[in-house]
């Protein structure tokens, strides 16, 4: 009995530790000041779509977030940033620190969207490639499966072709 606990209890670390680090998940025990303070102005991106060097880059640099001052307390920052250093993205797909510590420069977001008309970026119902939502309806709970796509509204027929697989 003891050598079936132990195997059960080896092959859930294994399983754990080989899901955590599969994909841009989000984590189970997500920090309530990152809902509060990320979401608030864009999607609570899960930490393994960056590695921990840009995550440390973004939270050092909360004074100039991308054109905006997100500026936190010291201890909010600590909380959130230690968060993300934990549940970086360490696998292959985000062994690159993308340009700028953007996700959507990043060379595994280009390839996944490359066949997406830049204009649908720029579409009313998009807004911008960073608004991940407007066409990943888990994005707010951390999950984009191509298979629960939607198309944003307004999209126009030749704007429509790069969900066409």
Known sequence: MKKLLTA???????????????GPMMPR?????????????HTAYPPGMLPARSWQRVM?????????DASLDAATVTQIGQWLQTHAGT????????????????????????DIDPAVWKHASVKSAANCAACHT????GQ???????????LDT????GWND
């Open 8 to 22: 059960v209890a080896v092959l859930f670390v294994v399983v754990t530790a080989a899901r955590a680090d599969s």
């Open 29 to 41: 025990n997500v920090p309530q000041a990152y809902t509060q303070e990320c979401a608030a102005c």
């Open 60 to 68: 050092s640099g909360l004074d100039k977030h991308y054109g905006t």
């Open 91 to 114: 696998y292959k797909r985000v062994s690159e620190e993308p340009p700028h510590d953007r996700i959507t420069r990043s060379a595994w977001f280009e390839r996944k969207h490359r």
């Open 138 to 141: 888990g994005a707010n709970r």
């Open 144 to 154: 984009f499966d191509d298979d629960k796509l939607r198309l944003p509204p307004g």
């Open 158 to 161: 030749r704007l429509r072709r």
